[in-house]
């Protein structure tokens, strides 16, 4: 059994970044793959980012790449998303998420934490 908690959500004017984290619990954190999805009012979850259980491959949707970092620690079983940049388009409420294999479909990932609200204002 997998938990994870995100935290760091908030408001930041645009150009700002937030630092979100996915504390899990579980004796099988290691082995699973962490993704952050998001989600916007009226629109349909996304994918924002994954990383495998070693850190070695990690994956960015277009719209975040070269403004948001993917980091895990397993040791505090942790994982980080740095965000630079912001932008009033990337307000939603921020998931994370725990699977057994590296995909872009929030269907296959069979634990999530709670959310947490990220608001850039212009």
């Known amino acids: 059994q997998v938990h994870v908690v995100e935290s760091g959500g908030g408001l930041v004017q645009a150009g700002g970044s937030l630092r979100l984290s996915c504390e899990g619990s579980?004796?099988?954190?290691?082995?699973?793959?962490i993704a952050w999805f998001r989600q916007a009012p009226g629109k349909e979850r996304e994918f924002v980012s994954f990383i495998n259980w070693s850190g070695g491959n990690i994956q960015y949707s277009d719209d975040v790449k070269g403004r948001f970092n993917l980091s895990r620690d397993n040791a505090k079983q942790t994982v980080r998303l740095q965000m630079n940049s912001l932008k009033p388009e990337d307000t939603a409420v921020y998931y994370c998420a725990a699977g057994p294999t590296l995909t872009f479909n929030p269907q296959l990932y069979d634990y999530w934490g709670q959310g947490t609200q990220v608001t850039v204002s212009s």
């Open positions: 579980g004796r099988t954190w290691s082995d699973h793959v």
